[in-house]
Structure formats: structure tokens, C-alpha cells
T-cell receptor
Framework: GAVVSQHPSWVICKSGTSVKIECRSL??????MFWYRQFPKQSLMLMAT?????????EQGVEKDKFLINHASLTLSTLTVTSAHPEDSSFYICSARDGSKTVEKLFFGSGTQLSVL | GENVEQHPSTLSVQEGDSAVIKCTYS??????FPWYKQELGKRPQLIID?????GEKKDQRIAVTLNKTAKHFSLHITETQPEDSAVYFC????????????FGKGTLLTVNP
């Protein structure tokens, strides 16, 4: 199956700093990538939909100025958590769809555990 | 928007028994229903999916059934094994250009040896 690589797998940062998370599709071109947030023992909550070459579409309640998404190429999307605070601590995970196929299958990255001190 | 309800939230079975997880969805336009298995701290893995033009799909010990009229679908795992222990998520997609998935809240399945 298709491979989605996500880095870093975990990050610890101080409050007020920014953190960038990368999501790469390794063997396919991902015209659409999705970013999720997952709290312990909870479901995946969609934060935003990232389309290559255009602005991301954010879900209701997600601050677009705090969670900056860039999908500059068909294989890379980045999520930057700006001015991170302890409440931003969470598991962030991306997923991607193969744009060359009509099937809806999503492939997930390995996730990033963010801890803000 | 789409709303997906999943039950039960936790399920404990003995090894060799069957496990059933049920989901309902609200958007009648939804046409794609995947199931994901997620082990602690790892990525969700697609285990089976079904489209709205099919009522049932089976892959070895795993099967999914879909009732479009009632807007519910279920995951069936037979002959459960300890390695089946994980959190299982159902999801629904109403298609469109983005194929956005809405997830259920998950079911923690524990298979006791």
C-alpha cells in the first residue's frame, strides 16, 4: 500500500515557540492531505483539509492563524503550530489520498506527539 | 455535516469468540465506509472498507455489513485473537472532491487469552 511519512514522531517544546510537522507521501502524489488531532483515548478530529497549491480548508473551531498549513507540492504538506501552549499538547496525525486514483482510501502518517511545557 | 455514532465504546471478549462493532451515520449521501484499527501510539491502519453499492464484504476473519436504508454498518471479527486487541474506528465519507472522512469515537477491543 501507499506510504505516508510523518516527522517528527515526537516533539517537546517550550510554551510560546512554534513547531513544524511534515507529512510526505513517499510513493504517490497526494493532491489532498488531511490533518487530524487526537486526544488520549479519543477519536480523530479533522482539523483541516490541505489541497496542493491552494489554501487549506479548516474545520469549524480550528484557528487557521494558529495551525498554519502549507501544501506546496504534491508530496509534502506541513502543519505549523504557532505560539504553542500546553493546551496544544496532543497527537497530530496526517493522512493522504492518492490523487491519481478514484478510490477513497486514505493512508495515515505515523503521527506526532506534541508536548508543550 | 455527517455524524457517525459508534458502539460499544469498549468490548471485551474471550479468545476465539466473535466481536461486533456497530456504527450509524446521518448523511444519506455517504457512500464509502472504512474501518481502521489503531494500536496504542500508532497510526490507524485500514482493515476493510465497503461502498454503498455493496451490502457485505469479507476478508478472512473480518467482515463488514452495510444497511443503507437504516444507515448503519457493522464490523464483525470472528475467531478473535489477542493481537486483535486495539481501538477500532468506523468512518463515513460523503464523497465530493476531497473524500473527507468523519470518524466514530472508537471502540477499545480487548481479547482475553
Amino acid at each position: 500500500g501507499a506510504v505516508v511519512s510523518q516527522h517528527p514522531s515526537w516533539v517537546i517544546c517550550k510554551s510560546g515557540t512554534s513547531v513544524k510537522i511534515e507529512c510526505r507521501s513517499l510513493d504517490f502524489q497526494a493532491t489532498t492531505m488531511f490533518w487530524y488531532r487526537q486526544f488520549p483515548k479519543q477519536s480523530l478530529m479533522l482539523m483541516a483539509t490541505s489541497n496542493e497549491g491552494s489554501k487549506a480548508t479548516y474545520e469549524q473551531g480550528v484557528e487557521k492563524d494558529k495551525f498554519l498549513i502549507n501544501h506546496a507540492s504534491l508530496t509534502l504538506s506541513t502543519l505549523t503550530v504557532t505560539s504553542a501552549h500546553p493546551e496544544d499538547s496532543s497527537f497530530y496525525i496526517c493522512s493522504a489520498r492518492d490523487g491519481s486514483k478514484t478510490v477513497e482510501k486514505l493512508f495515515f502518517g505515523s503521527g506526532t506527539q506534541l508536548s508543550v511545557l | 455535516g455527517e455524524n457517525v455514532e459508534q458502539h460499544p465504546s469498549t468490548l471485551s471478549v474471550q479468545e476465539g469468540d466473535s466481536a461486533v462493532i456497530k456504527c450509524t451515520y446521518s448523511d444519506s449521501a455517504s457512500n464509502y465506509f472504512p474501518w481502521y484499527k489503531q494500536e496504542l501510539g500508532k497510526r490507524p491502519q485500514l482493515i476493510i472498507d465497503i461502498r454503498s453499492n455493496v451490502g457485505e464484504k469479507k476478508d478472512q476473519r473480518i467482515a463488514v455489513t452495510l444497511n443503507k436504508t437504516a444507515k448503519h454498518f457493522s464490523l464483525h471479527i470472528t475467531e478473535t485473537q489477542p493481537e486483535d486487541s486495539a481501538v477500532y474506528f468506523c468512518a463515513a465519507s460523503s464523497g465530493g472532491s476531497n473524500y473527507k472522512l468523519t470518524f466514530g469515537k472508537g471502540t477499545l477491543l480487548t481479547v482475553n487469552p
